[in-house]
């Protein structure tokens, strides 16, 4: 297990499984429409951090505080050494996560419903970030007995050690680094740099707040979550609600590319408060003196899934072509071979 102990659950066992099995037929369609989506945003948070740290030199003692209380070792077995990977400025792998914690009351460990696989490649000056489907079907390494389930609630069982070991094995690329974030403090963070300007694909409304195709919109922490938390009435579900998490993700960069982030306390303790990474100050202070520019060629992808019910809850079963696919992709900017 990694060093987040079972305290974080204030439950009995048998309340604990009961939560587990709730969460896993939260994908059924008879819960309330409310809870779906409602968890999609918190990541950014982190890929902003790993941008603002750029400046660390700036507010070196700023960054290095709160990026000492963020740190957390996962505990997972790692394909390759990380460190040495770093200091030979090779090409990197970073599983970004984002849990469910903090929101409707939550403080039980949640789930990671948001699951990114980023990869640096500083010789190529190239980013990739993939999506993978929370509700991906899997059989968890160390956890045989709740097999099959959904990818996301590999963290719940396991967390980021679960999570790290179960990526690489259904992709089969290297998990150098981790960083998880929960939502209870992304409205206030996305607020603290003054919102973030994004135009919507598609024209809706989501609990109150309404968005127009084409059309960009400036908005403040709130409006942000609606508009990332948004999935039923996206033509492409889950998939697009995923896109537009990107897009914030992207604005979300750009807006906080300033020495201002660094410098603003409040906004560096709600990071410390909401984040946890195994990325020490010198590996962030590495990344952003040379693998910076890669992060300005960013090419995006998501891991396609189709609908599978058979086991009584609603999986997305991800072929192994499809899993092939993102693998040779992902291996490619780290500079592996296909791995076929």
């Known amino acids: 297990m990694d060093s987040q102990s079972d305290n974080e659950f204030p439950l009995t066992r048998a309340e604990y499984q009961r939560q587990i099995h709730n969460g896993n037929n939260r994908g059924n369609g008879n819960g309330p429409r409310r809870h779906w989506g409602k968890k999609a945003f918190w990541i950014l948070i982190l890929v902003l951090l790993v941008i603002a740290i750029i400046f660390g030199s700036l507010a070196w003692f700023n960054a290095k505080q709160t990026s000492d209380q963020m740190f957390t070792s996962s505990g997972a077995n790692k394909e390759r050494n990380a460190q ?91 998990i150098d680094f981790y960083a998880l974030v929960n939502m209870a403090g992304m409205k206030q963070a996305i607020n603290q740099v003054g919102g973030v300007t994004v135009t919507s694909p598609l024209t809706f409304t989501y609990e109150g707040y309404s968005f127009t195709k084409g059309v960009p919109e400036h908005m403040n922490g709130t409006k942000a979550l609606k508009f990332c938390r948004m999935r039923y009435d996206d033509p492409q579900g889950d998939y697009g609600r995923q896109q537009r998490q990107k897009m914030v993700i992207m604005a979300l960069l750009k807006k906080s590319a300033s020495y201002k982030t660094v410098l603003n306390q409040k906004f560096l303790k709600t990071i410390s408060k909401n984040a ?65």
């Open 276 to 340: 946890q990474t195994d990325l020490t100050f010198n590996d962030m202070m590495t990344l952003a003196k040379s693998y910076r520019k890669a992060t300005k060629n960013i090419q995006q992808g998501h891991v396609q899934g189709t609908d599978d019910d058979s086991d009584g809850q609603s999986f997305q079963d991800v072929s192994y072509n499809e899993r092939q696919r993102v693998s040779n992709i992902l291996r490619k900017n780290l500079g592996l071979d296909s791995g076929e």
């Open 84 to 174: 040495k990977v770093l200091a030979q400025k090779r090409p990197v792998s970073i599983l970004l996560l984002g849990t469910d914690t903090g929101d409707l009351g939550r403080t039980y460990k949640g789930r990671t419903d948001t699951i990114m696989v980023m990869t640096i490649n500083p010789q190529t000056k190239k980013t990739t970030l993939m999506s993978i489907p929370r509700d991906m079907k899997v059989n968890l390494p160390d956890y045989a007995e709740e097999s099959p389930a959904k990818i996301n609630a590999a963290y719940a069982y396991g967390g980021t050690k679960e999570t790290i070991n179960t990526v690489q094995k259904y992709f089969n690329i290297p």
